[in-house]
């Protein structure tokens, strides 16, 4: 069964359990998709799903930040319950070791030599940790390999 099956069968449990909260972000996830959909003109697989749930838990995490800062701590609280529900549709979320023998092996894939190759180290690992780990922790952990 695909992701995009598993979200619209929890949009009907959530509507026969009357879980609002749950329900309002699963259609929130539900119109993301179909946006995408529509931005791309074709059905998405799994690991484009699996972007765009990213994208959504990145900008709740960012709105944490912003109602922190505002001292709105109702909000705060209803964004962290938020990025739970999304979270159940994330891949398992990648180690700090994993992605360290990640970066080692897609070095030594593209024989990189320094800071300018970062890009190429990049390139091979944002596929493969998207969603599953943080993108600027990871070019902080790549920057940090190559300037050594």
């Not at 539900?30 to 484009?48: C, V």
């Amino acid at each position: 069964m695909s992701l995009t099956s598993d979200i619209q069968a929890a949009i009907i449990k959530a509507m026969k359990a009357q879980d609002k909260e749950k329900l309002s972000v699963l259609r929130m996830l539900k119109a993301s998709i179909s946006n995408k959909q529509i931005e791309l003109g074709h059905e998405l697989s799994d690991e484009e799903v699996v972007a765009v749930l990213a994208s959504e838990v990145k900008s709740r995490r960012d709105s944490i930040n912003d109602f922190k800062k505002g001292k709105r701590d109702d909000l705060v609280t209803m964004t962290e319950k938020e990025i739970e529900v999304l979270k159940t549709y994330l891949p398992e979320p990648l180690s700090e070791e994993q992605v360290s023998k990640m970066i080692d092996q897609a070095i030594s894939n593209v024989n990189a030599s320094g800071l300018r190759d970062m890009g190429k180290v990049m390139g091979q690992l944002s596929s493969r940790t998207k969603g599953r780990f943080d993108g600027s922790k990871l070019a902080s952990l790549v920057k940090d390999k190559l300037g050594a």
